[in-house]
């Protein structure tokens, strides 16, 4: 097969873990080529978190709601920014696309960017993988970075059929940062962040599965992963219920847990 | 995009990486903060800001969906009502004048209600036509979707009609019963003109005069699609009931779908 793997890296983890992909395909026998997405104008970090600090008042509210969390992933709007000419600006001739990416809050600007322009998308399998900071959290990462990814495609007629995210145990924001992370990694997995990491035993595994999933191009992510549901953003209803779930999700679930269990 | 590049090789891959793990970045202390002056400015920036996206977004979000959202769908709805009551009692006195100027529209008053006629049904569509679109959850790329606006008013009046093509770029629809044509019945629903001829009106109908709904309607329509998409259109009508047709044939089209002048005879 003919594989494309458009990669954009900021501090090289992502980097990286493109080149071990890259590895493993050849190793199977697979044609590899290569496309670097870079922005014109490398960035400070600093600058890119500002950017998306909006967000994080956001994201904060989504944890406290499901359906308010489902809404923002399927209605904010991504920054974009300049990138380089491509050198395959057209990927029709490719069987399969790999995109990968590291995580910036949301969807990294340069990705967008690269999902918008890039042409021959219709009809193509396309596999995408990050390298995070921290542990594979459902939520803030995993739904956060691949959903509007999975979105994006879809609108361009390509569909999303495998996923890989690994922990590059590194944060440019300083080492509370990931003091944070290592935290909710023992609390919500009991294992620490170096157990996700790209060179360990999870690491090679969940590429091997990421691989043979795309090779295979047969499972539909969003499906499978349950966010083929879409939220109605607009209408009446649509509000209401958003309204309705937003401040009163947290309270129904504290009423059941006061009330109506003690009942039961 | 800027400039051109070179095609990357695993091989330059792989010795880039190679250099990058001998010297890869490594998770700064919290030291940094007060060290490097690059942090110092951003940290501190970031520390000012942080705290306040993480009180007003949620703010902000909470006042816009609680409050100014179900506010403007509730105006929203209050309009469509609106339009619809208006364009139910209001469309039989306004076709009767709309035909009275027709059939006198070379002198006189009836030259200026002709002339005026189209904007003020241009008005209409300034004031209903964003409700409209957003109540009839119309794709702006979508032609079929944008003549939900003429299925809308054909619900409305009583109009009996079919789509017959049904496209993204090319949409077809034949109204086969109207109650404006025969016979100007009183607008009720249950349509009793169509079944009992005591109910009939001869007087106000658009029998005798097509070019009501070649001119004004069709007028009425394009300045609709036009807010929707200005590549939008109602071809001129080549069927109508008026002149004695089974039908009225509504062709709506995009530029790049348009007939040729020779195939439309209207």
């Keep these: 097969m003919n594989i494309l793997i458009a990669f954009y890296s900021r501090t090289g983890y992502t980097k990286e873990l493109a080149l071990l992909i890259a590895e493993e395909l050849m190793a199977r026998g697979h044609e590899v080529e290569l496309e670097r997405i870079e922005p014109l104008e490398d960035e400070n970090m600093w600058p890119l978190l500002w950017r998306t600090q909006w967000y994080w008042g956001a994201l904060a509210l989504g944890i406290l709601s499901n359906k308010y969390r489902e809404y923002f992933i399927n209605n904010y709007r991504i920054p974009e920014v300049e990138i380089r000419s491509l050198v395959h600006q057209d990927v029709s001739s490719f069987d399969r696309i790999c995109i990968g990416c590291g995580k910036q809050t949301i969807v990294p600007c340069a990705i967008e960017s690269y999902l918008r322009i890039v042409d021959g998308l219709k009809g193509k399998k396309v596999g995408a993988f990050a390298t995070w900071a921290g542990p594979p959290l459902k939520h803030f990462e995993v739904e956060h970075l691949f959903r509007p990814i999975a979105d994006r495609l879809e609108r361009r007629g390509a569909s999303l059929v495998s996923i890989l995210g690994l922990s590059s145990r590194y944060h440019e924001y300083h080492g509370q ?38 090779i295979k191009g047969s499972t539909d992510v969003k499906e499978s992963r349950g966010w083929r549901r879409s939220f109605q953003g607009t209408g009446i209803r649509g509000v209401a219920s958003a309204s309705l779930w937003t401040t009163l999700g947290p309270l129904r679930h504290e009423f059941k847990k006061r009330f109506l269990e003690r009942y039961r | 995009m800027g400039n051109s590049r070179d095609r990357l090789t695993v091989d330059e891959l792989r010795k880039e990486v190679e250099e990058w793990r001998k010297n890869r970045p490594k998770t700064k202390s919290f030291i940094s903060f007060f060290s490097d002056p690059v942090d110092r400015a951003g940290g501190a920036r970031t520390l000012l800001i942080l705290p306040a996206t993480m009180v007003m977004v949620p ?27 208006v364009l139910r009692f209001f469309a039989r006195p306004l076709i009767r004048i ?71 770029s090319r949409a077809v629809r034949h109204e086969t019963w109207c109650p404006f044509v025969d016979h100007g019945i009183p607008l009720d629903p249950t349509c009793k003109g169509k079944y009992d001829p005591s109910y ?29 998409n200005p590549e939008f259109e109602v071809e ?6 008026p002149n004695g047709d089974e039908y009225c044939e509504m062709v709506y089209v995009t530029k790049r779908t348009r007939s040729t002048d020779s195939e439309v005879k209207p």
């Design chain 2, 98 to 168: 709309g035909c009275w100027a027709i059939r006198g529209k070379d002198k006189g008053i009836r030259k200026s209600i002709y002339s005026m006629y189209p904007g003020f049904l241009h008005l209409t569509v300034v004031v209903f036509g964003p409700s409209l679109r957003r109540y009839l959850r119309i794709d702006p790329s979508d032609i079929r979707s944008a003549g939900s606006f003429q299925e809308w008013i054909d619900d409305t009046l009583g109009v009996e009609g079919i789509w017959v093509e049904s496209d993204v």
């Design chain 2, 200 to 228: 009939r009106d001869n007087t106000s109908c658009v029998k005798g005069c097509p070019e009501y709904c070649s001119v004004f309607m069709r007028g009425w329509l394009n300045d609709f699609l036009k807010s929707v």
């Design chain 2, 236 to 241: 001129p009508m080549r069927h109508l009931m």
């Design chain 1, 177 to 214: 940062m990931l003091g944070i992370f290592e935290f909710l990694s023992r609390v919500r997995f009991g294992k620490p962040i170096s157990y996700f990491g790209v060179h360990s035993e999870y690491g090679r595994k969940n590429m091997k599965l990421f691989l043979d999933e795309l």
């Design chain 2, 59 to 85: 703010i902000i979000e909470l006042t816009n969906l609680l409050l100014i959202r179900p506010v403007l769908a509730t105006l929203h709805t209050i309009i469509v009502i609106l339009a619809t009551f």
